[in-house]
């Protein structure tokens, strides 16, 4: 079981707004940063957001992220099909010395 | 360009030992904190261990605590992470990932797999 509680799953047409939560407590996402990874099967991670809702250069403005007391969401605008993918959160974690945790995955479907 | 290649991994028994190791180019090496994060088949990422760029911080996953070292050289630009008492919830892709706390974990390898069996 993940430290980080994420949706199984998610689904939406193209051209619509989906949003992927993630769940945690005070000592990850209620004191640090949270970051988002997107994976298309068969592939390597990419990160999409750090630091809550930075943006690397080549992740595309459709891409958003936002943090409140112990949750964090990813929403995606104008969904597209080669948006399909599994999206992961992580955070820091204070607890036990220090460590990394990451949500389980999201596996969105464009339909 | 940013470039992580892993690589080391294979099929080892139970009990067995591996080192996988990651070479990276295309940046300065040395100020970043580096990571390995695995992914068992059809399962979702699992951070590993983490290393500071002075090697003065090192952590670990509870699950890995003494039986898995991170090691680097900065010389090398290399990543280091050397696996013994493999166990078969072992078996996974193991990823080498650059970035810490600020940046995130902001470039990946390849991936390198590694069969725990029998």
């Known amino acids: 079981q993940s430290v980080l509680t994420q949706p199984p799953s998610a689904s939406g047409t193209p051209g619509q707004r989906v949003t992927i939560s993630c769940s945690g407590r005070?000592?990850?996402?209620?004191?640090?940063?949270v970051y988002w990874y997107q994976q298309v099967p068969g592939t390597a991670p990419r990160l999409l957001i750090f630091?809550?809702?930075q943006r690397p250069s080549g992740v595309p403005d459709r891409f958003s992220g936002s943090k409140s007391g112990t949750s964090a969401s990813l929403a995606i605008s104008g969904l597209r099909s080669e948006d399909e993918a599994d999206y992961y959160c992580?955070?820091?974690?204070?607890?036990?010395?220090?460590?990394?945790?990451f949500g389980g995955g999201t596996k969105l479907t464009v339909l | 360009e940013v470039h992580l290649v892993e690589s080391g991994g294979g099929l080892v028994k139970p009990g067995g030992s591996l080192r996988l190791s990651c070479g990276a180019s295309g940046f300065t090496f040395s100020p970043y904190s580096m990571n390995w994060v695995r992914q068992a088949p059809g399962k979702g990422l699992e951070w590993v261990s983490s290393i500071s760029s002075s090697v003065k911080y090192i952590y670990y996953a509870d699950s890995m605590k003494g039986r898995f070292t991170i090691s680097r050289d900065n010389a090398k630009n290399s990543l280091y992470l050397q696996m013994n008492s493999l166990r078969a919830d072992d078996t996974a892709v193991y990823y080498c990932a650059r970035g810490g706390y600020e940046e995130g974990f902001d470039s990946w390898g390849q991936g390198t797999l590694v069969t725990v069996s029998s």
């Open positions: 005070s000592s990850n996402i209620g004191t640090n940063y």
């Open positions: 630091r809550n809702n």
């Open positions: 992580a955070a820091w974690d204070d607890s036990l010395g220090g460590l990394w945790v």
